[in-house]
């Protein structure tokens, strides 16, 4: 990214929504945990992952936000780079932790038999990690053509979840309990959606977006996405454990 194209309304306008994003993933978080206890014991580890995948997301804006404002000086309404590099890794290492997360606790929520739970685990997960690690690289690239090749690789894995969530869950859903069946696949299309963000922010930059307005765009974009899918997505994930613990005669400590 060339920095030096951001301007100074631009520069505000992302490191605004790097501090809305920390304040939704702190809030969700907090919510979270301390509702844990309103769900059956059979949900809590699902609830308490939901709020660690924003917590680590919460973390991991706080110092892309520090990051950013690192990067810039701001003096009488006039912005430019002070040469420390905005730290795009932070982006990648809290996917890398979260996006397997996001998948297990919609897993668990569901209280399927061990041997399933432990199968789709591992492969959903494993998938979810090796699309991230194919993403970083053409995330970080200079040219069109490396950006554009990882770009594919990483929606290899990208494809195999979707069809997963689309197709490989059906018969698992169809077991769920009848007030929580509709949740539930709402919970696997909201995944799908506001996964297909990152793909297509991740082509802003080969489809005309330049300058600060390419950054602009990929940054708020990812954003908003990290907000869709973990902390929506994790209110979402709480919804089904009270509503299934309210079907199965409530919490209980």
Known sequence: ???STISLGQYTFIQNAFSFGLAVMAAASLFLWLSRSNVAPAYRMAITISGLVTAIAAYHYLQIMLSWEAAFSVTNNSISETGYPFNQAYRYVDWLLTVPLLLIELILVMRLSRS???????????????????????????????????????????????????????GSIAKQPENVRGLINGAATLVVISWLFYPIVFLFPLIGFTGGGAITAVEVGYTIADIVAKAVFGILIFTIALRKSEAEGGAQA
Do not use: C, H, N
Request: charged share 15%; glycine share 12%.
């Open 116 to 170: 399933e739970t432990v199968s789709k685990g591992v492969w959903l997960g494993g998938a979810a990690a090796l699309m991230i690690i194919l993403g970083y690289p053409g995330e970080v690239a200079e040219d069109a053509g490396t950006r554009f090749t990882f770009w594919v690789l990483s929606m290899i894995p990208f494809i195999y979840i979707v069809y997963q969530l689309v197709v490989g869950l059906k």
């Open 1 to 3: 990214m060339d920095l």
